[in-house]
C-alpha cells in the first residue's frame, strides 16, 4: 500500500521533553506535582507512548513509523517502549484497541438512549460519520494494517480479534433493541452485525475517496431500511416497520 499522506491527529499527548532514558522510574511527579508510584508511573509512560505512536502512524503510515521515531516523539529511549511493548507491531495492535474501544463507547452512546430502533440506526450512523470526518488518518491505518495483517498468517488472529470489538459491541447494540423493543430477528444478530460492520468500512472507504458521493445521512436510512427488513414484532408473522 502505498503510503498516505494525513494531517497529523491533534489528540493531546505527554509532553516530549523527558530525557532521552526516562523510563518507568518510581517516584516520577505527576503534573499536578504529586509523586507517583510505579504503577501509576508505567501507565503514564505507556499512554504517552501510545499518543506519540498515534501521531507518528498517522503522519509516516505503519511501514514508514519506526520505534526510534515513536520514541522520540514520546520524549523517552527505545527502551522504555521495548520495556512496555514487545516493539512496532504490539504497540500498533495496542493503539488498535485503545482507538476501536473509545469509538466503541461513542457509538454506545449515541445508540442507547434512543427510543426506537430508527433512532438508534441513525444515530449510530451520524456518530460513524463524524468520526470519519474527524479523524480519516487512523482509518486510513486500520485499512493499512488490515492488509499487512492478512498477508501474514501470524498476524492475522490478532488483527481479526481487534476488529472483532467492534463486531462484539454492533451484536450487544442489536440484542438490546430487540429485547428492549419486544422484536425477533430474520437472521442471527451476529450475522447481522458482520453486514452493518461491513457496511460501515464501505461508506468510509466511499467517503474518504469521493466525499461528495456519500450523503451524510445515507448510512443511517439504509441501515432503517435494513432493519425495517430483517425485523418483526415478536411472536407475530409480521415484520414491524423501523
Not at 507517583?36 to 514508514?64: D, I
Not at 486500520?142 to 470489538?165: H, I, L, M, T
Request: aromatic share 6%; charged share 30%.
Amino acid at each position: 500500500m502505498e503510503e498516505m499522506e494525513v494531517v497529523p491527529i491533534t489528540r493531546e499527548h505527554g509532553a516530549a521533553g523527558a530525557g532521552p532514558d526516562e523510563q518507568d522510574d518510581a517516584g516520577a511527579e505527576g503534573q499536578t506535582g504529586t509523586r507517583l508510584t510505579r504503577e501509576q508511573s508505567k501507565a503514564n509512560t505507556r499512554e504517552r507512548l501510545l499518543n506519540a505512536a498515534r501521531t507518528v502512524f498517522a503522519r509516516s503510515g505503519y511501514h514508514g513509523a519506526t520505534v526510534e521515531l515513536i520514541a522520540s516523539e514520546a520524549g523517552f529511549s527505545t527502551g522504555a517502549l521495548y520495556s512496555n511493548f514487545d516493539g512496532k507491531e504490539d504497540l500498533f495492535l495496542a493503539l488498535m484497541e485503545r482507538e476501536i474501544d473509545a469509538h466503541a463507547r461513542e457509538i454506545s452512546a449515541a445508540v442507547e438512549t434512543r427510543h426506537s430502533v430508527a433512532e438508534r440506526a441513525t444515530g449510530g450512523a451520524r456518530q460513524w460519520m463524524t468520526m470519519i470526518e474527524r479523524e480519516p488518518e487512523l482509518l486510513l491505518l486500520f485499512v493499512e494494517f488490515w492488509a499487512y495483517g492478512v498477508r501474514d498468517p501470524s498476524v492475522r488472529p490478532k488483527v481479526a480479534a481487534r476488529f472483532a470489538q467492534m463486531r462484539e459491541l454492533l451484536t450487544r447494540l442489536i440484542a438490546d433493541g430487540v429485547r428492549e423493543f419486544d422484536l425477533e430477528l430474520e437472521l442471527p444478530a451476529e450475522h447481522l452485525a458482520v453486514a452493518i460492520d461491513a457496511l460501515a468500512d464501505g461508506i468510509a472507504r466511499q467517503k474518504l475517496t469521493d466525499p461528495d458521493a456519500v450523503p451524510d445521512e445515507l448510512m443511517g436510512r439504509v441501515l432503517s431500511l435494513l432493519f425495517a427488513a430483517v425485523t418483526r414484532p415478536a411472536g407475530t408473522g409480521t415484520r414491524s416497520g423501523p
